[in-house]
């Protein structure tokens, strides 16, 4: 039984489509993260919801929206596609001591 | 500079030795924590310290917070430890129990059987 499951494994869309990845997480945490591990494989922090409210919101293109309808989900939908955007994406929540990662989103934008 | 440095930036070993990963910070912290992302991407959480020393199994991390420097450690290293250690701060744990964090770039370990 996976803990943080994010669909699709891998995406590969031309540039100035929209696209969304979806996550959910079945260990009942209160908090989810949305994470981009550029090519040098350097993580950051994009979003933070807890119970569903904004919380953490870095200085991500407004093309990026993430949508939590409850608890247990936090979908990142993308408008207008970039290049630039090409990145593997990490869904994660957390419970006091320990983040749970999801296996990754491989964007590939042509 | 980024907020939080690591090294080495790669490290090779012969299975079975003792092995350091140090990571060095330069904000003030509520908590530090140490991920191991394996080859296939994976990334599991290991250890978060606010303080002084945690062990799991052959893996130990220590947190010196005066001098903000952080270690792990691997006993008896074996090639299934080969992965990608990072490490990452958390200026905020807010009242959600919510955390920013601020990322390492990595060490890169490898361990020859």
């Known amino acids: 039984d996976t803990a943080v499951s994010q669909t699709p494994k891998y995406l590969v869309t031309q540039m100035g489509n929209d696209k969304s990845i979806k996550c959910e997480q079945n260990?009942?945490?209160?908090?989810m993260y949305w994470y981009k591990q550029d090519s040098k494989k350097f993580l950051k922090i994009m979003f933070s919801?807890?119970?569903?409210?904004?919380?953490i919101n870095e200085t991500v293109p407004n093309r990026f929206s993430p949508k939590s309808p409850d608890k247990a989900h936090l979908n990142l939908h993308i408008n207008s596609l970039e290049l630039g955007d090409s990145a593997v994406y990490f869904c994660?929540?957390?419970?006091?001591?320990?983040?749970?990662f999801g296996s990754g989103t491989q964007l590939s934008v042509l | 500079k980024n907020e939080v440095e690591q090294s080495p930036q790669n490290l090779t070993a012969q299975e079975g030795e003792f092995i350091t990963i140090n990571c060095s910070y330069s904000?003030?912290?509520?908590?530090l924590h140490w991920l191991q992302q394996h080859p296939g991407g994976g990334i599991v959480s290991l250890f978060m310290?606010?303080?002084g020393k945690k062990k799991h199994g052959r893996l130990i991390a220590t947190i010196n917070i005066q001098e903000k420097h952080s270690s792990l450690h691997i006993t008896a290293s074996h090639p299934r430890d080969s992965a990608v250690y990072i490490c990452?701060?958390?200026?905020?744990?807010?009242?959600?129990?919510?955390?920013?964090?601020?990322f390492g770039t990595g060490t890169r370990l490898t361990i020859i059987p």
């Open positions: 994660a929540s957390s419970h006091i001591e320990k983040l749970f």
């Open positions: 260990l009942g945490h209160d908090t």
């Open positions: 919801y807890n119970n569903k409210e904004l919380i």
């Open positions: 904000v003030g912290i509520s908590a």
């Open positions: 310290l606010s303080s």
């Open positions: 990452a701060v958390s200026p905020i744990i807010s009242n959600f129990g919510n955390e920013k964090l601020t």
